[in-house]
């Protein structure tokens, strides 16, 4: 029985898993007689030497001799201890696994926490010996200092506790985007805003955000920005992150699950953008033991290749440009069943208008004026009001294009929302 699970219940499980759906999902597979074969997914290789048996439902690699079952590949791939692995791949299946630890199991365990719990006494009591000296300074010198996370842009309290060296702390999605926002910025802080400029109904500019908002400051050197995106690259395309990995396109972020499952994100960034994605309850219930790597990664995913559509691809500083990613293969269960594959359809570009755009209807806003004083459209002895400048995210329209026409009574003006 290994943790906790019997034989027959992992048995199950692995009869019931495809192994070249599951591995199929990040290796680029193809059939070679009973078997399939693909490069490896753990190191670096030209030719491939990756095997899959799905018959014994094994994979293998010739050229860094990792192998194993199911279970095996999950742990290494998505960097899942053994039981997170058994769970995960059950679920999928639709194998309902034991609530209740046996006994045997039981015992076990608890001859582990005593152990446990001697050691945590034994550390703690050495730290605060006069031999710890050295430590308990070392312990107080690795401080958090909250004058970075201000520049940037975290602005919750942020309580001086033993977890917020490593991030354990409360803040909102918004600061958390914003904060990372800053490494493919070559370290220079965000300012969150949602109007880029502000013009009258003339089209006359009266405030832009690039060239009036709050200016950026050097929150990080430059070079630490780089080093930090060259280390978050990987979390994305070896680590726990893998989901999130664009075609193409130069990917950093860093997941992240909190205590007991109540919390999952994935915080990640292109040269382009910056997107954080959070799952959770909103009556902080544990979640269905999801992680920062699975729906969130995916879901970041999904929102990034609709924001890329028709983007000029920047690189990130520190990692450069994407490269492409293996195309998947459909699952062998799908092509014996002769499934048909649903078309490929990309999302069309966002629906963001430029600057070119933006003064382009500026203009033709102000012909059609011109044009209908000239033709006496307009309504006469009536004095034309000044319009009051309107916010938008790139230019202010005109409430109606349309004209009266002679003989009619006037439209009365649509209001247009932005």
């Given at each position: 029985m290994a943790s906790g699970f019997s034989s027959q219940i992992l048995d199950e499980v692995r009869s019931r898993v495809d192994m070249v759906e599951l591995v199929g999902q990040s290796v680029n597979l193809k059939r070679a007689g009973e078997n399939w074969k693909g490069l490896c997914p753990f190191h670096t290789e030209k030719t491939p030497s990756f095997t899959v048996n799905p018959k014994r439902g094994i994979f293998h690699c010739f050229g860094c001799g990792v192998g194993g079952d199911a279970f095996g590949f999950l742990m290494r791939q998505d960097r899942l201890a053994f039981p997170e692995a058994v769970r995960t791949l059950a679920q999928r299946s639709g194998v309902e696994l034991p609530t209740q630890r046996t006994p045997e199991v039981e015992g076990k365990?608890?001859?582990?926490?005593?152990?446990?719990?001697?050691?945590?006494?034994?550390?703690?009591?050495?730290?605060?010996?006069?031999?710890?000296?050295?430590?308990?300074?070392?312990?107080?010198?690795?401080?958090?200092?909250?004058?970075?996370?201000?520049?940037?842009?975290?602005?919750?309290?942020?309580?001086?506790t033993p977890s917020l060296p490593i991030g354990a702390?409360?803040?909102?999605?918004?600061?958390?985007?914003?904060a990372y926002a800053t490494f493919p910025n070559k370290g220079k802080s965000v300012t969150p805003h949602s109007v880029l400029e502000v013009r009258t109904g003339?089209?006359?500019?009266?405030?832009?955000?690039?060239?009036?908002?709050?200016?950026?400051?050097?929150?990080?050197?430059?070079?630490?920005?780089?080093?930090?995106?060259?280390?978050?690259?990987?979390?994305?395309?070896?680590?726990?992150?893998?989901?999130?990995?664009?075609?193409?396109?130069?990917?950093?972020?860093?997941?992240?699950?909190?205590?007991?499952?109540?919390?999952a994100w994935f915080v990640g960034y292109t040269g382009n953008f910056?997107?954080?994605?959070?799952?959770?309850?909103?009556?902080?219930?544990?979640?269905n033991r999801m992680t920062g790597g699975s729906l969130p990664a995916q879901?970041?995913?999904?929102?990034?290749?609709?924001?890329?559509?028709?983007?000029?691809?920047?690189?990130?500083?520190?990692?450069?440009?994407?490269?492409?990613?293996p195309v998947p293969v459909a699952s062998a269960a799908m092509a014996a069943n002769g499934a048909i594959k649903p078309p490929d359809i990309k999302p069309g570009p966002p629906p963001i208008l430029t600057k070119r755009g933006a003064d382009i209807l500026v203009r033709v806003e102000k012909m059609l004026d011109e044009a209908a004083k000239a033709a006496g459209k307009t309504s006469s002895g009536d004095p034309v009001k000044p319009v009051k400048p309107v916010s938008s995210n790139s230019v202010a329209f005109p409430e109606s294009f349309a004209a009266a026409v002679p003989g009619d009574a006037a439209p009365k003006p649509v209001p247009r929302k932005n």
């Open positions: 365990l608890e001859g582990l926490r005593r152990v446990m719990t001697l050691a945590a006494q034994f550390y703690t009591d050495a730290l605060w010996a006069t031999d710890g000296a050295k430590a308990r300074a070392y312990v107080e010198s690795r401080g958090v200092d909250l004058e970075v996370a201000r520049r940037f842009g975290i602005k919750a309290p942020l309580p001086d702390d409360e803040v909102t999605v918004l600061e958390h985007g914003v003339t089209g006359d500019l009266v405030w832009r955000f690039d060239r009036d908002g709050k200016k950026p400051v050097q929150a990080i050197p430059a070079s630490v920005a780089s080093d930090m995106a060259g280390m978050m690259s990987h979390v994305v395309s070896e680590g726990t992150a893998r989901r999130a990995a664009l075609d193409g396109i130069p990917t950093a972020g860093k997941t992240g699950t909190t205590n007991a499952y109540r919390d910056t997107c954080a994605v959070w799952y959770g309850n909103d009556d902080y219930s544990p979640t879901t970041w995913h999904d929102i990034m290749v609709a924001a890329h559509q028709g983007v000029e691809i920047k690189e990130i500083p520190g990692i450069g440009m994407g490269t492409k990613l």
